[in-house]
């Protein structure tokens, strides 16, 4: 049973991670976040102990470590802009460490990790769910076995309300604007798909949303990424999501079940997503801003 | 369509109260935390504005306000030492106001209240959402009807994890300690069911867990309080509430389903609870500490 | 012996005001500052309540309220876009109030105040020490005995570290930029001796540093103001500020001593300038974002 | 010419090793604190790096590093229960660190230290700097040629106002009370002139005072330590510091002036006190609560 401890544990993503950490059998030891209203360990791991103060939580986490009861995974789920930072520090805890998307905001950033990496020895481990969702693979595996080359539309519309603006996510400095917050998933699929991206070209560039075409060695893509809800054409909806390849509409709104856990468990057996994986996608992502 | 605000938005039992005001067929205007983690305003009123500034938030309610466009209600769902503040903020801003329990941490905290709601001719609601649980309205009205003394047993057994004590919920300053923040809705319906309490006394006051004796006008009850899981008998269980009246087990597990609106439509209707309402258990553990 | 409360007691500003507090010789009842690094209240009021947190700053100025030990006067030192509700607080209190400058960063942020300021019958008073200081008040009364239109020329250079750009202070949504920050003053002062402006020229507009020309009813001026210590030009000096009307240079470095005890003076005397004193200035910065 | 950084840059303490840091001819390249109230940077290092999160700090530090432009010294101005850990950052950033006293709240906290220190290689030095005051050094000369046992009398009274009991300084998890937040001085002065401690006894311990008797190996001392103005028996001073030596009386008020500067003097010359050094003194205040 590997020991965990989380950072962000009151936000957003985090439920999904305390879940994978007890769907692969795992236990959390300790959890941190600014904001207090942490109800939602009582469902996963009341034993944890909480901490609103970094420096307590640093204090605990060397205290384990020096009685040889050190954590084995750091998990980062902090507003991006810190993710470099605190995977520093689960690294320097001797841990390995699983972060949230973006891993970093800039190419740059990946430096002072790949050097904390190789200092320590320990491995810092993304989450890229879409490339574990079963229609997806399945659609990997389709391209892989030809040489077409394709014309492709993405378009993905998921509304946020005014909060969003308001939030870390809606200062660029923070979140790395929608491209970085929202789109590197979709960068990332992109990339896996269709092969690495030679050319990228913005459309168009507003607060809430972007389009923009980029060249891929298999396939032309015309993107468009939107969080105003006046995008929506079916206004029942919560949600579109489309990939068309070559005229062929690719339905992968369902299927995004529990791949956090499926993260874990690739993770856990040594087959995670590790920092050169990433590095192609947050290049597209940072050259757009 | 009533125009509502609220404060707190981030927190646990927030929630409730959008789920109420859009069932009630009202709407969010604004809200308001500290803490940006509010995507849950997109399930209920991703229109809404939203201030992570209690001082940009009163910019915002004071303009709408001079703009004829004020807000009819302000929804108050903060740390419990801050209510008697918010409550203040909400009537001075033209709003009826609706507060979590408890309504404040001291008996003395109410006259300033209640200075306010005359300053203004505003009026405070609060929430005592066990006075409109079916089973325990059917039991109220049984009581009612007959004279019997009754010996009383309440156990409320609802474990929490270690991050309890690290919450504001576990700094008695901020929260009252259990009895004022867990208990305060148990002393509140045994008042109403029974009467008036004429004498109290603790038998047992730890940090996760109290108990003592009551004499009410129609009943001497028992209470145990404790948010410690080793209190759970049945050990697959997450909570334990027990009313034994008279030897006769009440149960009132159920029936919670969407009391927050059902709150909703007594206040909007003229029929919510007043201060004086929640006097009686107010003075009960202001008494305990 | 008036009672005063001041909010913002541990900035920049606030030791001016607590002197000119004891030097009128009144009484400091109650300070609020998110940071407690407030080790100066020693020094002038020890006796003072203390607080961290608004809420109970504002509870416990209600209770003396509720007691008939109000406030007179409520002191406002907190960052500039802050002011404006932090005066309405003051005036809901019963208090008049002393606001730092700029009293807001927008013209349209005065309506708000001036209703309550009818609402409770309590008045807002501003800072503009420049008015009380010795050799401007000479000059002024000068140039009200002439006809003369000037051309004058107006430099105000005072570094600031690299520090300043990553304070509130930098960050045009809570300070307003440079000129309203630093140059509000400026812009007051030269209203006040060379009558309205009739029109206004950016030159330049940088981080740090601006300029650019104003029409007054007698007077051209073209002003600089910059932030930036490459600006000196001896090196030798911390700041640099000079007034030259018609060719004649007027020196104002000095008398600045003892000049908010000037202004409590005025202000207790009935004599501090309101409201309408200050809009013309808030109007020009106003135009110039 | 060495490189520093500071952490807690905003606080009481900090102007003084600013000076120390630009007396001995250094250079401050980055300054942290969450309040931005740090326009005393201007008076010594305009030029440094400001920050009001740790996680950028800690980026830009690395940063630096990896570019071979690290710095030499990592000072600790926090508050006191922070202090160990904000110690091990700057181990970690390959820094000899500079901490103010108390090192630590609790003797255990030294050990997670001390690893640290053996794992990077750099060292911990704290600031004692009533060890350097020229007073007391002659003071010890001549104690430490004789072998006559002292009745020793300190009182140590320097009042402060309501606000000490609201600031951290006030909360005994964050300073350790006023023993070892005023104390710790004092413990040590006593330990260095008269020898280990063999026993220690309360006589009176009280929120704004506290006193008892300490058995040294050259004296018995009673103490006394208080922040009440009304145990000034001169209402006229500020404070009041006794040592009174078999009836000798010392006094040591003056020749405070730059002690912070030879600190940094001692420290650069390979002469600063070390972890050792602080240890005795951090036993007697951990026992006295």
Known sequence: MKRFAII????????????????????????????DSVGILDQYFPEAAFFTEFERFERYLVKLKNEGQGID?????????????????????GADVICEKPLVLNLHNITAIENEE????????????????PVLQKLKKELANSNTFHQVKLEYITPRGNWYQYSWKGDNSKSGGLATNIGIHLFDLLIWLFGDAKSSQMLNQEEKKMSGIIQFQQAEVRWTLSIDKNDLIDKSLNSYRLLEI???????????????????????????????????????VSKMR
Chains 1, 2, 3, 4 share one sequence.
């Not at 544990?9 to 941190?32: C, D, F, S, W």
């Open 73 to 93: 995974y750091f998990v980062v789920c902090t507003p991006n802009y810190l993710h470099d930072t605190h995977v520093r520090f689960g690294l320097r805890l």
């Open 246 to 284: 070559s005229g062929e509409k690719i339905e992968f709104d369902n299927g995004f079940h529990n791949l956090h856990t499926k993260s874990y468990q690739e993770i856990l057996s040594g087959r995670g997503f590790r920092i050169k994986e990433v590095k192609k996608s947050i290049e597209i």
């Open 8 to 35: 962000g544990v009151a936000g957003y993503v985090a439920p999904r991670h305390l879940k994978a950490i007890q769907e692969t059998g795992n236990v959390l030891v300790a959890a941190m976040d600014k904001s």
């Open 118 to 133: 190789k200092a320590t020895g320990k491995r810092v481990f993304t989450i890229l769910q879409l490339r574990l969702q």
